[in-house]
């Protein structure tokens, strides 16, 4: 090669949106100086499948069944916060055993996205027999989650004011025996994770998002809680069934005595979280009242009641990612007239750029996996009209929010 | 460069998320993981269409990423076969009337084998898997 052409540094490195390191198409540029990354990019928006404007055109009834499709590992999440803000537009009471079901099935969801999600982090590392193994230990809660709902992904249990299928006597022994069994391999799967010191070497100090940051990008869930955000949905705005249970949140200090916020600590908090979850779901076999699963059995009176629903409400859970919110809003009809999904990845994305840069090019896709990153859920369109750009700041959104405040009081 | 029938190559897939909403993607690795094990017949996934002999497609297909697809699909060497997994490649599923879609899939490629269900069991990816396998040993029969 020739010595006087002169490279350009920096120079980019394009990675996606279809990419082996990716598992969804997402497009990444980077700005690097030799293996260092100086600058991070990333354009989302290629897994968009306007999900809102479909919902807008159905009945409640039927987008319970879109939600679910909204993520494929966190079906359950996103139907219920939307059942819970539908529920509160038209203030329904939800049976106390139906919210005990919602819970139990929300907790085994965790368990299996959680161990799902160290089984990639594992293959991201190179590390292939551990996303085996893992993998192998996740079919547990498939298979107790199939039996509780017909279903392994998209599970569509969740109706509007309640489940569609109840708990049996029988079936409590198979969840206990599942439950003995996580409770059994946590020790096991903390060593296999935390103590090897490949995993060590590769996660300690790498992708770090500072206690600061992390409340700066207003990042949710296990992403904000290893950095030492003490925030969890369950515990900070109860609903379904966690106000009855003894829950805290869970922070990587409890277990090594320090937060440092780096990919060995998200491994740590999500890790611990699969244990939570066993408890969580033990104690609600403990506690479930008998009872109904649903406010109203029969679909046709569901339909009539939207028809009487005026009002906007929002509904959120703790999705094994991170906060979801829902907000709808109904004016009489069938369908809902305002729809908005603010799915976890999407306050969780930002992140990426203070954790990726002054990486090194081999560490992106560890870091790029240690949010547990679900474009599925992310991707919206953004429609430009005449050319004009409409940008709100926090500071405008607080000056809005005040002002309906004051002319709610009026 | 098919000497004898025994020095045949084991199936190789390549995996092609095109709008998907993760359920089947998490399906076909879990197929991948050892209580299915399709790689005790040296069935795997690859990073690079041009190692492969199969490419999966999930999801309904969207705007952007139909360009892709279309290079994906031609980076794969002749012979090949595309499966089709999941409710939404077959016909836009529970996302039927979106502004999105330049799906179904079989609007953009040509699919020779329909997996369906919203995601499909791994039991039946593997089904899937085995036709695909049947058709591209006929195609394989068929070259000069």
Not at chain 1, 93 to 122: N, T
Not at chain 1, 158 to 174: A, F, K, S
């Amino acid at each position: 090669m020739s010595d006087d052409t002169k490279k350009a540094v920096p120079y980019t490195v394009p990675i996606g949106p279809t990419h082996p390191a990716l598992k969804e198409p997402v497009m990444f540029t980077f700005q690097m100086e030799g293996e260092r990354i100086l600058k991070a990019d990333f354009a989302p928006g290629q897994a968009h499948r306007a999900i809102e404007w479909m919902g807008m055109r159905r009945n409640p009834v039927q987008i319970v069944h879109l939600t679910d499709r909204i993520c494929g590992i966190c079906g359950v999440s996103h139907t219920l916060s939307f059942a819970r803000a539908v529920e509160q537009v038209m203030e329904i009471e939800v049976p106390e055993r139906a919210d005990y079901i919602r819970a139990i099935i929300a907790e085994f969801e965790r368990i299996q996205s959680h161990i799902l999600w160290a089984g990639v982090a594992a293959h991201e590392l190179g590390y292939d027999t551990l996303l085996h193994l893992s993998w192998r230990v996740r079919e547990f809660a498939m298979d107790v989650l199939e039996l509780l709902t017909g279903n392994r992904v998209n599970y569509g249990i969740i109706q509007v004011g309640g489940v569609r299928r109840d708990i049996t006597p029988d079936q409590h022994e198979t969840i206990h025996n599942c439950l003995d069994y996580y409770s059994d391999l946590k020790a096991k799967l903390l060593q296999v994770f935390l103590e090897d010191k490949t995993i060590q070497m590769r996660c300690r100090d790498c992708g770090v998002l500072t206690h600061e940051e992390a409340l700066k990008l207003c990042t949710v869930g296990p992403t904000a809680r290893a950095s030492g955000v003490k925030m969890d949905v369950r515990v900070d705005y109860p609903y379904a069934a966690y106000g009855d249970l003894e829950i805290s949140p869970v922070l990587p200090d409890a277990y090594l005595g320090e937060t440092r916020g780096d990919v060995y600590d998200r491994i740590v908090v999500r890790l611990l979280e699969v244990d939570q979850s066993v408890d969580l779901i033990r104690q609600c076999l403990d506690l479930i009242p008998a009872g109904d699963i649903t406010w109203e059995a029969k679909i046709p009176k569901i339909l009539s009641a939207f028809k009487k629903a005026h009002g906007e409400a929002i509904g959120r859970h703790e999705a094994p990612r991170g906060e979801v919110f829902h907000y709808v809003r109904m004016d009489g009809k069938e369908h809902p007239t305002t729809w908005k999904v603010k799915a976890s990845s999407y306050s969780n994305l930002m992140s990426w750029i203070p954790m990726l840069e002054g990486e090194q090019i081999a560490d992106i896709p560890i870091v790029v996996a240690s949010i547990d990153p679900c474009l599925s859920c992310t991707d919206r369109v953004a429609i430009v009209r005449d050319g004009r750009r409409g940008i709100m700041t926090k500071e405008e959104l607080t000056r809005l929010s005040v002002e309906k405040t004051r002319r709610l009081m009026r | 460069m098919n000497i004898t029938k025994s020095f045949n190559r084991s199936l190789w897939a390549f995996h092609f998320n095109s709008g998907s909403c993760n359920g089947c993607e998490i399906e076909i690795v879990a197929t991948l993981t050892p209580r299915y094990d399709p790689e005790r017949f040296g069935i795997k996934l690859v990073g690079s269409p041009k190692h492969a002999d199969l490419l999966l497609v999930t999801g309904p297909v969207v705007k952007k990423m139909r360009p892709r697809l279309l290079r994906v699909y031609e980076q794969i060497p002749d012979p090949k076969v595309v499966m089709c997994v999941g409710a939404c490649g077959i016909s836009g599923g529970p996302f039927y009337d979106s502004y999105n879609l330049d799906g179904p899939i079989d609007d953009v490629i040509p699919v020779d084998v329909y997996v369906p269900g919203c995601p499909p069991r791994p039991e039946g990816i593997i089904f899937g898997v085995v036709r695909a396998l049947q058709k591209l040993e006929r195609l394989q029969g068929e070259l000069p």
